[in-house]
């Protein structure tokens, strides 16, 4: 097992206090009948209807899933448009000027769009998309920050049937042109550029180097002037303002997707070091999503709802764009960081739109317990009815400081485990049904099989650690799990009987049935709720002259930085802070500032297995001051006593 380790892990694996929810939350919650879970598990698979019941088809399903082997067909026979649920549906309904988002920036600039200007908008990227040639199943990259024509981009693909290939707008334009050439795509929309912590950064400029490196031609690209700063644009390259208004007023009529059309593909890591192309059908993707923002995030059509995740990753995706969308809430989206450019900017959006739902990160809940927490307490706070986290283990006292300062000892806190690959939320309390357990995430969601086991596949005691795997199939997995492919070398190293998914996450289970996520057991890092692959960073790392052999692992202490690399180096090369700079400045233009190593350690030698796979574990315990177990199994085990006198000596 790992031993990414928070500082609170030994008072998390003694917890077992049990909080229910409050009465008031109760009274009100969508879901309160704890037969919910017994109902899934009789009904299994058809008790998923009840997902599929939140979206609006054209021709309904024939089955729920017709067979419980691969292909997994969710919901076959049924044909759907995404876009035509997350506006349409709710335009037609009456609701047109209830507002779907409001955009607010860093600088204290603000948008609102209502559910007929999204309509609006939305049709006319989409006529304009099809003018550029987009037709069904042709791949439109996005590589934006957030800004509300990243989501209306988004929708508008939906609309047309071309699924949209979202990039992180951190990321590099290395990173950006492996990106189009995995996903095939020849069509990119982005923008001049972007305030980030009060320094521009020019994306246009960064899209052009992606567009030079790439190595299919892109053919056109959308350009948002999002800064005022486009001058110099190419040939194939158009305004987002220009091509809007050249389509005014246009309407597109939603294309009927089959259930598992692709809606979206996103890039996540994995344990190589290439970027892990997961795509995410339309069906039983939207289902899961609608219907766990509904059930787990008690979300009503009414409420106003804040979640602070970038649309660039999955969580963003889920539950800032499609989720809320679909149930026809209100969302608010925030374009700057928790803290920039003031600590207390989030409570502020929260009292200034009376938030009635906030999903955020342990890591930002981090960073304001360690600010002042007068400053959520000189805000109101009361519109606040639930709050979640998601990314990575909350310990207790995190947990505590959130239930309190920020939920006033009464909203519900929902930690909900997930995955890009999972697409939706898989673990999780119901709040209106089950008692909270800080630090532990929960039962499996109704419908949902999880198990803790060992490297046999056998499940392991409770309150054990072991792997953490999926035992059924859920609506919404990605396409490579539905067509029975096993994602991962690891999953292949699990003795489990039947079909399963390896999370590559280390959990426990309680004697309730509620599972502790320990962290990853994988060759993925989690750095300030990024989700890095260790072989992407080394790769980077190695391509650097003189660099012979590089290991980098996380750091617990997020005092200490994200990353600390150990790096060897060819003979006669020294290891100086040139060579450290040239290091990060390598790691930023492949990847992008968020893998860049806090530290570089040269070593003489990294410690190895007799067979020369390198162990990491022994560096995180040298980096995190953890007492490292037995090195007997090392072609090298003088080494890890050698660095860790080189670590502590600096
Ligand atoms: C971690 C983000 C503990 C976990 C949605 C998982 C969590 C990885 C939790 C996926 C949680 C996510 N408790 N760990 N509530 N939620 N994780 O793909 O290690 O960016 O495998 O998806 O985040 O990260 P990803």
């Given at each position: 097992m790992s031993n990414r380790r928070g500082p609170d892990f030994e008072t998390r694996m003694a917890e077992d206090e049990e909080i229910p929810p409050s009465p008031q939350f109760v009274e009100q919650a969508t879901v309160t009948d704890d037969s919910v879970s017994d109902e899934f598990e009789e009904n299994w698979p058809d008790c998923w209807a009840r997902?599929?019941?939140?979206?609006?088809?054209?021709?309904?399903?024939?089955?729920?899933?017709?067979?419980?082997?691969?292909?997994?067909?969710?919901?076959?026979?049924?044909?759907?448009?995404?876009?035509y649920n997350?506006?349409?549906?709710?335009?037609?309904?009456?609701?047109?000027?209830?507002?779907?988002?409001k955009w607010e920036s860093h600088l204290g600039e603000t948008r609102t769009y209502t559910y007929q200007d999204l309509y609006r908008e939305v049709n006319e990227f989409a006529a304009a998309l099809r003018a550029q040639g987009v037709e069904a199943d042709d791949v439109v990259t996005l590589y934006m920050p957030m800004i509300p024509e990243l989501p209306i981009a988004m929708l508008a693909c939906a609309r047309i049937g071309a699924p949209h290939n979202v990039v992180f707008a951190g990321l590099s334009a290395d990173a950006l042109a492996t990106r189009l050439e995995s996903a095939d795509s020849v069509f990119l929309v982005t923008c001049d550029g972007y305030y980030r912590r009060g320094s521009a950064i020019f994306l246009k400029s960064k899209a052009d180097d992606a567009r030079l490196k790439a190595a299919h031609d892109l053919e056109e690209m959308v350009v948002v002037e999002h800064l005022g700063e486009t001058e110099h644009l190419g040939a194939g390259q158009h305004t987002y303002e220009e091509l809007v208004a050249a389509h005014a007023g246009a309407e597109v009529a939603p294309v009927e997707r089959a259930a598992d059309d692709v809606l979206f593909l996103i890039h996540t890591s994995g344990t190589t070091g290439e970027p892990k192309r997961v795509e995410h059908v339309t069906g039983g993707y939207l289902a899961h999503v609608a219907w766990t923002s509904q059930t787990v995030l008690d979300l009503d059509p009414e409420d106003t709802y804040l979640c602070t995740a970038n649309i660039g990753w999955i969580s963003g995706h889920s539950y800032v764009v499609y989720g809320p969308l679909a149930l026809g809430a209100t969302a608010v989206m925030y374009e700057g960081t928790p803290n920039y450019p003031e600590r207390d900017r989030i409570w502020d959006l929260i009292e200034e739109n009376a938030v009635d739902v906030f999903y955020t990160a342990p890591t930002a809940i981090r960073s304001f317990m360690k600010w002042d927490t007068s400053l959520p307490a000189s805000r109101d706070l009361s519109s606040l009815r639930l709050?979640?986290?998601?990314?990575?283990?909350?310990?207790?006292?995190?947990?505590?400081?959130?239930?309190?300062?920020?939920?006033?000892?009464?909203?519900?806190?929902?930690?909900?485990?997930?995955?890009?690959?999972?697409?939706?939320?898989?673990?999780?309390?119901?709040?209106?049904?089950?008692?909270?357990?800080?630090?532990?995430?929960?039962?499996?969601?109704?419908?949902?099989?999880?198990?803790?086991?060992?490297?046999?596949?056998?499940?392991?005691?409770?309150?054990?650690?072991?792997?953490?795997?999926?035992t059924r199939p859920w609506p919404g997995m990605p396409l490579a799990l539905r067509h029975g492919h096993r994602w991962g070398e690891e999953a292949a190293k699990l003795d489990v009987d039947g079909w399963h998914y390896f999370t590559g996450d280390?959990?426990?289970?309680?004697?309730?049935?509620?599972?502790?996520?320990?962290?990853?057991v994988d060759d993925v890092i989690n750095v300030s709720g990024h989700r890095l692959g260790t072989m992407e960073i080394e790769s980077a790392i190695v391509g650097v002259e003189g660099v012979v052999e590089a290991a980098v692992v996380s750091v617990d202490d997020a005092e200490a930085g994200g990353i600390h690399a150990y790096v060897t180096?060819?003979?006669?090369?020294?290891?100086?802070?040139?060579?450290?700079?040239?290091?990060?400045?390598?790691?930023?233009?492949?990847?992008?500032?968020?893998?860049?190593?806090?530290?570089?350690?040269?070593?003489?030698?990294?410690?190895?297995?007799?067979?020369?796979?390198?162990?990491?574990?022994?560096?995180?315990?040298?980096?995190?001051?953890?007492?490292?177990?037995?090195?007997?199994?090392?072609?090298?085990p003088e080494i890890v006593g050698e660095l860790e006198s080189i670590v502590r000596d600096g």
């Open positions: 997902a599929a019941a939140t979206l609006d088809w054209f021709d309904p399903y024939e089955s729920v899933l017709p067979d419980d082997e691969p292909p997994f067909e969710w919901f076959a026979g049924g044909t759907l448009n995404a876009c997350c506006v349409d549906r709710h335009v037609e309904a009456g609701a047109e000027n209830r507002v779907a988002i709050l979640g986290t998601v990314g990575e283990p909350i310990d207790p006292r995190a947990w505590h400081w959130y239930y309190e300062h920020i939920g006033n000892g009464n909203c519900p806190i929902v930690d909900t485990w997930w995955q890009t690959e999972t697409g939706g939320m898989m673990i999780t309390t119901l709040p209106g049904v089950e008692k909270m357990k800080p630090g532990s995430a929960g039962p499996p969601l109704p419908g949902v099989g999880a198990r803790v086991v060992d490297g046999r596949g056998e499940e392991v005691p409770v309150n054990e650690a072991g792997y953490l795997v999926l280390g959990a426990k289970v309680d004697d309730d049935g509620y599972i502790t996520v320990l962290g990853r180096l060819e003979t006669g090369v020294s290891g100086d802070d040139d060579l450290r700079e040239r290091i990060a400045a390598h790691v930023r233009e492949r990847i992008g500032p968020i893998a860049t190593p806090d530290a570089v350690v040269f070593t003489p030698d990294l410690p190895k297995t007799r067979s020369g796979k390198i162990m990491r574990r022994f560096l995180e315990n040298i980096t995190n001051g953890e007492e490292f177990g037995d090195t007997s199994a090392l072609q090298n």
